[in-house]
């Protein structure tokens, strides 16, 4: 069974920073691609960035460019995302998820992708 636990979390003022980690277990993490999303509320689920099985491609929304960095260690089958220059918008339940297919090299901001996900930890930032 996959199972996915993010942590890291919490309330920080803007301009500040949060790292986010989402350890995976159940499949073979080094061959799946794994993505970032965030839902704000009475806001739908919105894809925040994206990484390959191998960590030599990286995607991000727009509205993170330059300021979130994704990355993964597959020796410890976690991924991360490293939040800079935090916005009150950016106030949300981030969830990591893992694709559906090894491998996969298709389109990653679409949820539908992605068939297993994190239960979520809530990013709360202050102005």
């Known amino acids: 069974q996959v199972q996915l636990v993010e942590s890291g979390g919490g309330l920080v003022q803007a301009g500040g920073s949060l790292k986010l980690s989402c350890a995976a277990s159940g499949r073979t993490f080094s061959s799946y691609a794994m993505g970032w999303f965030r839902q704000a509320p009475g806001k739908e689920r919105e894809f925040v960035a994206h990484i390959s099985w191998s960590g030599g491609r990286t995607y991000y929304a727009d509205s993170v460019k330059g300021r979130f960095t994704i990355s993964r260690d597959n020796a410890k089958t976690t991924v991360y995302v490293q939040m800079n220059s935090l916005k009150p918008e950016d106030t949300a339940v981030y969830y990591c998820?893992?694709?559906?297919?090894?491998?996969?090299?298709?389109?990653?901001?679409?949820?539908?992708?992605?068939?297993?996900w994190g239960q979520g930890t809530q990013v709360t930032v202050s102005s």
């Open positions: 998820a893992i694709v559906r297919t090894p491998f996969y090299s298709g389109t990653y901001y679409y949820a539908n992708e992605y068939d297993y």
